[in-house]
C-alpha cells in the first residue's frame, strides 16, 4: 500500500487524468452495439471530454464512480461516460466507499483512515471514529454509515451521520468480509457466516452459515427485492431476512466472480467465462445471460444503466441492462478497481 498525495491544479490534474487514464470514450451512435475502435496504443478514437465541476451547495446529480487503485483516487464520471465530473485524492490505498445523495463515505489504508467527500463538490473532511480498529468495509442505512473495522473481533460500528459520532457498536467475533444494509437490518458475512444486525440496536439478532464448502469462500453480499443474497465462490443463495433461511442455490460463474444489485435484479460476472448474468430478483432465476466485454471484474446498476469494469480493470462500459447491449465506455491506462452508481 502506497501514499502519494500531490497538490496540483484542478486543471492540470484532470488534463493529467484524461491523457494518461479514462482518455476515451464510445458515442451513442451507429456504433452502439459493440465495442469502440481502438488504436494500436489501446486508445479509443473519440476523446473524453471533461465535464464542469458542480458549485458547492448545488444539488448533486447521480454520478459513476470508480477507483482508480494505480494513484488512490476516486473519480466521478457523469452516468453517459462522456466525461470526468471530478476527481479526489483520499491520501492511501481505497479499501471501500459508499455513495449518498450528499457525501462520499470512504475507507482508507493511508493516514486519513476514514473521510467523507461532500457532494457535489468539496475536498474530503476527516472523520473520527476514535478506538484502534480503522474501517475496512462500509455501509448505509437510517441516517448512519455502518463501519466494520479491519481487526478480527469483527466490530461494527454505527456513525450517526447528523450527530456526527458514533451511537453504538457490536462484536461479532470474527473479521468482517462484506457488510450491506437493507430489508430492515445491516448484513455482515465472516467466514461462512451470514449475520444480521438491528440497525436501532445496535444488536445481533440472527445468523446462519452459507453451505459452501471448506475450501470456498463466500465473494459477495448485497441486498435487493427485500431479499438477502449471498455470493460463494461462483454460487448465490437468496436469503429471507425474517427467517434467514435459503433455497436451493443457483450456480451463475464458474469462480473470480463479483456480485450487484439494482433495478429490481441481482447481477453476477463470470471473469472466466466473460459472462454477465442477471438474476431475477423476485424469482431467484437466471432471466438473462450477456458476453458484450471481456474479464468483467466488477459492476453496478443504476439509472437505466449497467456499469462494467472490465478487461482487467483497464476499461468501463456502460450497458444497457435489458439485453447487454454496449452503450458506451471508457478506457483506462490505470488499473479500475471498483464501480458504483449514485
Avoid at 136 to 151: F, K, N
Avoid at 295 to 303: E, Q, R
Amino acid at each position: 500500500m502506497h501514499n502519494r498525495r500531490r497538490i496540483r491544479p484542478v486543471l492540470t490534474v484532470l488534463l493529467t487524468f484524461l491523457f494518461t487514464g479514462l482518455i476515451g470514450t464510445a458515442c451513442e451512435s451507429s456504433d452502439a452495439g459493440r465495442e469502440p475502435t481502438e488504436t494500436e496504443d489501446g486508445v479509443t478514437l473519440d476523446p473524453a471530454v471533461t465535464v464542469p465541476e458542480p458549485a458547492p451547495g448545488a444539488v448533486p446529480s447521480p454520478e459513476v464512480w470508480v477507483v482508480d487503485a494505480d494513484t488512490d483516487q476516486l473519480v466521478a464520471l457523469d452516468p453517459a461516460l462522456a466525461g470526468v465530473v471530478r476527481m479526489v485524492d483520499t491520501g492511501g490505498a481505497v479499501l471501500d466507499y459508499t455513495v449518498t445523495p450528499d457525501s462520499v463515505w470512504v475507507a482508507t489504508a493511508g493516514p486519513v483512515p476514514f473521510q467523507r467527500v461532500p457532494r457535489p463538490a468539496g475536498r474530503p473532511v476527516p472523520v473520527v471514529l476514535g478506538g484502534a480498529d480503522p474501517p475496512r468495509r462500509l455501509a448505509v442505512a437510517d441516517g448512519a454509515v455502518w463501519v466494520a473495522g479491519a481487526e478480527v473481533s469483527g466490530t461494527i460500528r454505527r456513525f450517526d451521520t447528523a450527530a456526527g459520532t458514533v451511537t453504538g457498536e457490536v462484536a461479532l467475533g470474527d473479521r468482517i468480509d462484506f457488510l450491506a444494509a437493507g430489508a430492515g437490518a445491516v448484513w455482515a458475512t465472516a467466514g461462512h457466516v451470514l449475520f444480521r444486525i438491528d440497525a436501532a440496536g445496535p444488536a445481533l439478532t440472527g445468523s446462519v452459515e452459507i453451505p459452501v464448502d471448506a475450501g470456498e469462500d463466500l465473494s459477495g453480499l448485497v441486498v435487493e427485492a427485500g431479499a438477502v443474497w449471498v455470493l460463494a465462490d461462483g454460487v448465490l443463495f437468496r436469503v429471507d431476512p425474517a427467517s434467514l433461511a435459503h433455497g436451493d442455490p443457483v450456480e451463475v460463474a464458474s469462480g473470480n466472480s463479483s456480485v450487484a444489485a439494482g433495478d429490481a435484479a441481482v447481477w453476477v460476472t463470470d471473469t472466466f467465462r466473460n459472462d454477465i448474468h442477471r438474476i431475477d430478483a423476485a424469482s431467484g432465476h437466471v432471466a438473462a445471460t450477456f458476453r458484450p466485454v471481456t474479464k468483467p471484474v466488477a459492476l453496478a446498476a443504476g439509472g437505466g444503466s449497467l456499469y462494467v469494469v472490465h478487461t482487467g480493470g483497464l476499461k468501463l462500459a456502460r450497458l444497457d441492462p435489458a439485453d447487454g447491449r454496449f452503450l458506451a465506455g471508457v478506457q483506462s491506462k490505470v488499473s479500475l478497481r471498483a464501480v458504483s452508481y449514485g
